[in-house]
């Protein structure tokens, strides 16, 4: 009997794999060619203490390809206490108009900084990344070109961590690319789930009406996946991801453990918040799915005999998982360490059901600030 309960799961976690991959492929790579109009775009950046992030930001943000004169770069310092004055002093004389602006003492955190921020871009194309983010100097060409491609208002983007020679950075790496893969191929399928803040572009008319942060701005984490949500729901065709090389968008991976437990902990915080059934089903099924694979040790020392099993539902995941997220990385020209991922791959279930429980039990620290 268990036996076959092993067997059945090992299938339907293969179909899976198949179908996000199927998915995958099916996804049109961004043309080349472009249109021969390119309207304004705001690059609206929200920043706490980052001083140490800004300058590699500014640098990749000066060498887009595109016309300066339809550009303009908006800064929101939500409340900084680092001396961020001193590292963007020196771009004063930016290729395109640079702004500063500083979020009203009444309000705080991202939601209300990039909000804030759109209510003061001169330009209906708002572009987003973040504060310790480097980007290509085609990236708001190739995002632009792709909204237009489309019809798209609503276009998200990948975003990968820069390498690091450590395990850590490899395990943050590994994961990323992931979700990057599963997540365009879900919105492929019709079920989109995740995007990041650090890659986005969307019409600013899709921030008018009704706030999508009304009933989860308590929720520090979600200004990205809540706005996909809601523009989703009143018209699925504005929303489409983003298939192009030159689109991805580097960030910095967390230095210590417990940084990033405290950044999974604020990303599973929002899980409840989800209005769309099928992100709620799917954020259930992957904790259960990955539950399942977290407590196979311990039946393996209640029952031995059903080790060889076990360590084939193992191996089997792993290869699967192995050659999804190898097709992701070859894309993007990324490197794929068969020795880190089996190291991954070893601690990733339980590292997915620690994270989910403690998002949705515990308090967490995002930018010095303790949020509940």
């Given at each position: 009997m268990t036996e076959k309960i092993f067997a059945t799961v090992s299938l339907i976690y293969a179909l899976w794999i198949l179908f996000l991959w199927r998915a995958w492929r099916k996804i049109v790579i961004t043309p080349a060619a472009a249109r021969a109009d390119k309207p304004g775009i705001s690059i609206v950046i929200a920043f706490r203490n980052e001083a140490t992030n800004l300058n590699q930001l500014l640098r990749s943000l000066a060498q887009q390809d595109y016309p300066s004169s339809s550009l303009e770069l908006l800064l929101i310092n939500d409340h900084s206490e680092d001396a961020y004055e001193e590292i963007i002093k020196p771009y004063i004389s930016f290729p395109y108009a640079l702004r500063v602006l500083h979020l009203p003492h009444d309000q705080q955190g991202k939601k209300q900084a990039i909000r804030y921020g759109v209510q003061q871009a001169s330009h209906d194309w708002i572009l987003t990344t973040d504060a310790d983010c480097e980007v290509g100097s085609q990236w708001a060409s190739v995002m632009l070109r792709h909204a237009q491609a489309t019809g798209a208002r609503f276009v998200f983007g990948p975003v990968a961590y820069r390498i690091q020679p450590t395990f850590?950075?490899?395990?943050?790496?590994?994961?990323?690319?992931?979700?990057?893969?599963?997540?365009?191929?879900?919105?492929?399928?019709?079920?989109?789930?995740?995007?990041?803040?650090?890659?986005?572009?969307?019409?600013?008319?899709?921030?008018?009406?009704?706030?999508?942060?009304?009933?989860?701005?308590?929720?520090?984490?979600?200004?990205?996946?809540?706005?996909?949500?809601?523009?989703?729901?009143?018209?699925?065709?504005?929303?489409?991801?983003?298939?192009?090389?030159?689109?991805?968008?580097?960030?910095?991976?967390?230095?210590?453990?417990?940084?990033?437990?405290?950044?999974?902990?604020?990303?599973?915080?929002?899980?409840?918040?989800?209005?769309?059934?099928?992100?709620?089903?799917?954020?259930?099924?992957?904790?259960?799915?990955?539950?399942?694979?977290?407590?196979?040790?311990?039946?393996?020392?209640?029952?031995?005999?059903?080790?060889?099993?076990?360590?084939?539902?193992?191996?089997?995941?792993?290869?699967?998982?192995?050659?999804?997220?190898?097709?992701?990385?070859?894309?993007?020209?990324?490197?794929?360490?068969?020795?880190?991922?089996?190291?991954?791959?070893?601690?990733?279930?339980?590292?997915?059901?620690?994270?989910?429980?403690?998002?949705?039990?515990?308090?967490?620290?995002?930018?010095?600030?303790?949020?509940?």
């Open positions: 850590l950075s490899h395990f943050q790496n590994i994961e990323l690319f992931s979700l990057i893969g599963s997540g365009a191929a879900l919105w492929q399928s019709g079920y989109p789930t995740m995007c990041n803040g650090a890659n986005l572009l969307y019409h600013r008319s899709l921030m008018n009406g009704d706030d999508p942060y009304a009933q989860n701005a308590h929720l520090a984490s979600g200004d990205d996946e809540f706005l996909m949500h809601q523009v989703y729901r009143r018209q699925s065709s504005d929303v489409s991801f983003v298939k192009n090389k030159e689109s991805l968008v580097l960030t910095a991976p967390c230095f210590s453990w417990r940084a990033l437990y405290q950044q999974r902990k604020r990303w599973a915080s929002k899980w409840g918040a989800y209005e769309m059934p099928h992100v709620k089903r799917i954020a259930l099924a992957v904790f259960m799915a990955n539950c399942f694979y977290a407590i196979l040790p311990i039946v393996a020392c209640l029952d031995p005999i059903l080790i060889p099993w076990i360590i084939g539902i193992y191996v089997f995941r792993w290869v699967m998982d192995g050659i999804f997220i190898h097709k992701i990385t070859r894309f993007y020209n990324k490197p794929f360490n068969l020795v880190r991922y089996a190291e991954v791959a070893i601690l990733y279930p339980w590292y997915v059901v620690i994270s989910a429980i403690a998002g949705r039990a515990g308090k967490y620290t995002w930018k010095g600030r303790n949020v509940s």
